[in-house]
Nanobody
Framework: QVQLVESGGGLVQPGGSLRLSCVASGTVFGIDFMGWYRQAPGQQRELVAGTFDDGGSNFADSVKGRFTISRDSAKKTVYLQMNNLRPEDTAVYYC???????????????WGQGIQVTVSS
């Protein structure tokens, strides 16, 4: 059984920074995509940033230049560094990963439970 466990959220003032972490635990044979989505009240869940095993990454236009994403494959962990936070970044952030959980060449998508990020003065 694979679990994605997020940490690092909280309350921060506009212009501040937070670093989110997500670690994959359980039976993990390989990870391709690993990234972050967010969902604000009344809005659809959207991609924030993601990184692939081949080193590629992508970002939502709204966070380019402010957020960076990195991963430590040995630790099965992805990090989202969020700088210059704005009130509109307020949302529940979800870790999302494409994981091979058996010796068979099969990848499944997993979601974390979500972590609240609130940007407010």
């Amino acid at each position: 059984q694979v679990q994605l466990v997020e940490s690092g959220g909280g309350l921060v003032q506009p212009g501040g920074s937070l670093r989110l972490s997500c670690v994959a635990s359980g039976t993990v044979f390989g990870i391709d995509f690993m990234g972050w989505y967010r969902q604000a009240p009344g809005q659809q869940r959207e991609l924030v940033a993601g990184t692939f095993d081949d080193g590629g990454s992508n970002f939502a236009d709204s966070v380019k230049g402010r957020f960076t994403i990195s991963r430590d494959s040995a630790k099965k962990t992805v990090y989202l560094q969020m700088n210059n936070l704005r009130p509109e970044d307020t949302a529940v952030y979800y870790c999302h990963a494409n994981i091979r959980d058996t010796i068979a060449p099969r990848f499944l998508y997993y979601w974390g439970q979500g972590i609240q990020v609130t940007v407010s003065s």
